[in-house]
């Protein structure tokens, strides 16, 4: 199990976080609704398995969708737009680092909670 994508799984019916699993040595995500919730079994499961390869199959094609001649423009000029730098965080950095120059400058302590 690729413990990258934990936590990025999230289940259908209740939107909780899903947990890895290992059922019969292959991977899976489990959605298990605690009995204090008080939900009727037909409203959610106990416990929710899907297996990973299902999902991964079903990325796969989603990627490959991307890239396919319909959409390799669109996703070409999503990923440019990306990985242009935002100014509002260069500024943000800028400031911060201003701040430190200061504090060092004038020998304050650094102290998280007033940053």
């Known amino acids: 199990m690729n413990t ?5 799984m999230r289940c259908g019916i209740c939107g909780r976080r899903m947990q890895g699993q290992q059922n019969h040595s292959r991977p899976y995500y489990r959605c298990r ?4 919730y008080g939900v009727r079994e037909a409203q959610h499961p ?4 899907v297996k990973e390869s299902v999902v ?3 990325l796969d094609r989603w ?6 001649k319909h959409h390799l423009d669109e996703t070409s000029e999503i990923l440019s737009r ?3 730098p935002d100014p509002n965080e ?3 950095r800028a400031t911060f680092t201003k701040k430190m120059v200061l504090r ?3 020998g304050w302590p650094f102290d998280s909670r007033s940053w």
Do not use: K
């Not at 990258?4 to 990025?8: D, E, Q």
């Open 4 to 8: 990258r994508r934990l936590g990025l």
């Open 33 to 36: 609704f605690p009995d204090e």
């Open 46 to 49: 106990r416990n929710l398995y």
């Open 56 to 58: 991964l199959r079903g």
């Open 63 to 68: 990627l490959a969708s991307l890239f396919d």
């Open 82 to 84: 990306a990985s242009q």
């Open 90 to 92: 260069e500024a943000r």
């Open 104 to 106: 060092v400058e004038l």
